[in-house]
């Protein structure tokens, strides 16, 4: 397998669609472009990358992006954990677990753990895509799927015929109705508070490189810096009654966030009141599939597996899709029915478990105090967190790909 950049050689392989210039997608474009396959992404928006808050990006995450060769770029801003998953109680602050990442987490997994704004993700991972393979302002309205192509359309009336298409195109995925059950996803009765607050606002705890969490009944909050610690990411997760709003752009006041945390620990209550006017997100939901690879098409990222950010691994997950799907079309070229479904089959299980435990962070972070409260404390009093999640952590997914990978079996067809 020859996975050295193939920059500027002649596009060979199949031709490929990506829809979707989210993180999956440009994730997925820069793998192809440096196995020296050619791809097209479509994204409905006029530019890239405007929007957003702050992430973790995990080793498993930091080791794809580096081997892109762009790793310093995302570096430039992001901010290095010192402490990660430092979970506290809600009222007093107790610290009931945490992560000592320095010097450990290299030596673990060799590559540390950063907090980053998405948009810097987004631009290590655009820097790493051709100028020339990205088509902006171009809204999918649906694909279908012939013997020889797939075939996407877009609502300007043009159309775009490829050997492969991968659905990068998030929650509300059109790819996904083509292949996979057409339901909308369902809203999750939470939704996130989110904030940015400058540095020089923020109380000096929350200043830290930690990622700090810290639990209680019915809510969570978790906070840390980003933007070279120019600022503080402040996500809460709380009830969302009858509010089903979805958008980077709807607000909350700060006294509707501080209400949801009333009686919390005053120091966290002075960080929302820093916060400025917040933003308000409806949570969605939907299960795991079961199949995401069809024919031709296959998906990608929150598409494919869209979670609830209890694990901060939803981007993470997608990078590691993209690095997989590629591998799995360089190893099959000439028949990409069977390297989708391969790829599906090295990613379904992993994914789906991220899916099912992202999931059931609800329950245990929301916990009401209580005796199930007090089990929960003590187990994560115990251990090492940092080995704990070695098996997310230690994942390297171009080597799971040899390890794994036999493209013997052709797909299943109708
Ligand atoms: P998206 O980012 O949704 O991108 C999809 C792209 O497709 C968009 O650009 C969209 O415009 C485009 N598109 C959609 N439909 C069409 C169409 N019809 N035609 C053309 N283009 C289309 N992950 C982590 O790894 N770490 C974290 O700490 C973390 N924290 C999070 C906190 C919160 C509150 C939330 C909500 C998520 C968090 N995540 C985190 C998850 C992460 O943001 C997502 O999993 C990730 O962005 C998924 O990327 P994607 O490319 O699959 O989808």
């Known amino acids: 397998m020859n996975l050295s950049p193939q920059h500027g050689s002649t596009p060979s392989g199949p031709r490929i669609a990506v829809l979707g210039g989210g993180i999956g997608g440009l994730a997925a474009a820069a793998f192809l472009y440096r196995a020296g396959l050619h791809a097209t992404v479509f994204e409905q928006a006029p530019a890239l990358g405007a929007v ?25 801003k992001a ?77 300007d009336d043009t159309t775009f015929s490829a050997d492969v298409v991968i659905g990068a195109d998030g929650v509300h995925s059109v790819v996904r109705g083509a292949i996979a059950e057409a339901e909308p996803a369902q809203y999750s009765g939470m939704c996130a508070y989110r904030a940015i607050v400058p540095a020089e606002a923020a109380p000096e705890f929350a200043r830290r490189p930690a990622q700090t969490l810290w639990i ?39 006294e509707e966030f501080l209400d949801e945390f009333a009686g919390w620990d005053p120091r966290l209550t002075d960080l929302i009141r820093a916060a400025g006017i917040p933003g308000r997100w409806a949570l969605l939901d939907r299960a795991p599939l079961t199949q995401w690879s069809h024919g031709r098409i296959t998906l990608l990222g929150d598409a494919a597996h869209p979670m609830f950010p209890f694990f901060a691994q939803g981007a993470a997950q997608a990078i590691d899709d993209a690095a997989v799907l590629a591998q799995c079309l360089t190893l099959d070229p000439d028949n990409p029915e069977n390297a989708l479904k391969a790829y599906e089959q090295l990613r379904i299980e992993r ?22 409260q007090q089990e929960r404390d003590a187990a994560l009093a115990q251990g090492d967190p940092l080995v704990k999640n070695a098996w997310l952590y230690g994942y390297d997914a171009e080597s799971w790909v040899k390890e794994e990978h036999a493209p013997t079996a052709g797909p299943e067809r109708d």
């Open 79 to 155: 901010v290095p954990l010192e402490v990660g998953w430092e979970f506290r109680r809600w009222e007093s602050g107790e610290v009931l677990s945490a992560e000592q990442l320095t010097g450990r987490c290299e030596e673990l997994y060799g590559e540390r753990t950063y907090v980053a704004h998405r948009v810097d993700l987004l631009e290590s991972l655009i820097v790493a895509v051709p100028e020339e393979w990205l088509r902006l302002g171009k809204r999918c309205i649906g694909v279908t799927q012939y013997s020889e192509v797939a075939e996407l359309k877009f609502d």
């Open 351 to 372: 994914t789906t478990k991220v899916q099912q435990l992202s999931h059931a962070r609800k329950d245990i972070n929301h916990l009401p105090d209580g005796p199930a």
């Open 216 to 254: 209680g009944p019915d809510h969570h909050l978790v906070h840390y810096p980003i933007s070279s610690g120019t600022a503080v990411n402040l996500v809460a997760f709380a009830p969302a009654g009858d509010f089903t709003e979805e958008s980077w752009s709807t607000k909350a006041t700060i």
């Open 52 to 76: 957003g808050a702050g992430l973790v990006v995990s080793p498993n995450a930091v080791r794809l992006i580096r081997r892109l060769g762009h790793l310093e770029s995302l570096l430039e």
